[in-house]
């Protein structure tokens, strides 16, 4: 979990963007206990499931159905927003990482990766040459 907080310890209220079932949170919930936690997620089938995988740490945590795009939550909510291996499942993924900030506290921490780095990834997104083939 270090590794993919990148050594960031956790506090506050946190926005997991893209949650899934909900594995990360339950791991950063339980090796961050000043942590509140609201895990967002676009498919309810995973929302559901995360909202179960969840409920043992109470009021710690929050599950909702959300579009990364449009998150539905006002300007400077929270003091962390974090996201592991979804960006590359967004359509608009700037428009994602902008609404990420839009939530985020003044002097607060984008904390995430994702595969877009990655060899395959390059190879499917790179863009393609024009011209009379």
Not at 20 to 47: H, I, N
Request: with cysteine.
């Amino acid at each position: 979990m270090w590794r993919e907080l990148q050594g960031e310890r956790l506090d506050g209220e946190v926005l997991e963007i893209g949650g899934g079932s909900g594995a990360m949170a339950a791991e950063l919930l339980r090796k961050c206990p000043d942590v509140r936690l609201t895990l967002t997620d676009y498919d309810e089938v995973m929302v559901g499931t995360a909202r179960t995988r969840l409920g043992e740490f109470g009021e710690r945590v929050s599950v909702r159905q959300a579009d990364a795009t449009r998150l539905p939550f006002a300007d400077a909510s929270f003091d962390t927003v974090v996201s592991f291996i979804m960006l590359h499942h967004v359509i608009d993924g700037e428009a994602a990482v902008a609404e990420a900030g839009r939530v985020l506290r003044p002097g607060g921490r984008l904390i995430g990766y994702d595969l877009l780095a990655s060899r395959p990834m390059q190879l499917l997104t790179k863009p393609r040459a024009r011209g009379n083939a």
